[in-house]
T-cell receptor, first 110, second 115 residues
Framework: EDQVTQSPEALRLQEGESSSLNCSYT??????LFWYRQDPGKGPEFLFT???AGEEKEKERLKATLTKKESFLHITAPKPEDSATYLC???????????FGTGTRLKVLA | NAGVTQTPKFQVLKTGQSMTLQCAQD?????MSWYRQDPGMGLRLIHY???????DQGEVPNGYNVSRSTTEDFPLRLLSAAPSQTSVYFC??????????????FGEGSRLTVL
């Protein structure tokens, strides 16, 4: 069964304290792994798509990496405005179904 | 471009009432879908469509109906609302075919409470 597990559930960081969020997945053939950011009361906002093991993508303080079993979202020197819930999702090859994890709630303290 | 537009943003229903959540996109996306988001359970797929006239069930379809008569619109109907359908509903769309990243574009959500 296709499955996505994110950890930790919640994370509190001091401003400037770098850390990583984990997304472990099981899927029958990966078409793509997606990272989204969701602010309270809003819809998820797209961050990255990763397609194959070894791939990396960067955007400002965020860097996403992918292996055959998991993806990491590295946050370097975070700022309070990075506080949000970060969602991971996978899409299996040959389908249009996206399987989402339950997310990591990130709080960055000034 | 407005992107994905959902209405209403908030709705309160009584058990047994029916209603329709509206979703419209102006990006000419073939794929549209409905998710519900509940605390601790993440986003779960209700129904999806890969084009006008084509719909299919997702993970949690019971109690919901959809139709896709145009590329732009994908309404979600609650046939007889139950308290278990209290949730935040998101509509999402994406383009199909080669060269597309597959990223989903989400609406702002519709918060539904069933009493």
């Amino acid at each position: 069964e296709d499955q996505v597990t994110q950890s930790p559930e919640a994370l509190r960081l001091q401003e400037g304290e770098s850390s990583s969020l984990n997304c472990s997945y099981t899927v029958s053939g990966l078409r793509g792994l997606f990272w989204y950011r969701q602010d309270p009361g809003k819809g998820p906002e797209f961050l990255f798509t990763l397609y194959s093991a070894g791939e990396e993508k960067e955007k400002e303080r965020l860097k996403a990496t992918l292996t055959k079993k998991e993806s990491f979202l590295h946050i370097t020197a975070p700022k309070p405005e990075d506080s949000a819930t970060y969602l991971c999702a996978v899409q299996a090859s040959g389908t249009y179904k996206y399987i989402f994890g339950t997310g990591t709630r990130l709080k960055v303290l000034a | 471009n407005a992107g994905v537009t959902q209405t209403p943003k908030f709705q309160v229903l009584k058990t047994g009432q029916s209603m329709t959540l509206q979703c419209a996109q102006d990006m000419n996306h073939e794929y549209m879908s409905w998710y519900r988001q509940d605390p601790g359970m993440g986003l779960r797929l209700i129904h999806y469509s890969v084009g006008a006239g084509i719909t299919d069930q997702g993970e949690v379809p019971n109690g919901y109906n959809v139709s896709r008569s145009t590329t732009e619109d994908f309404p979600l109907r609650l046939l007889s609302a139950a308290p278990s359908q209290t949730s935040v509903y998101f509509c999402a769309s994406t383009a199909r075919g080669r060269g597309n990243t597959g990223e989903l574009f989400f609406g702002e959500g519709s918060r539904l409470t069933v009493l």
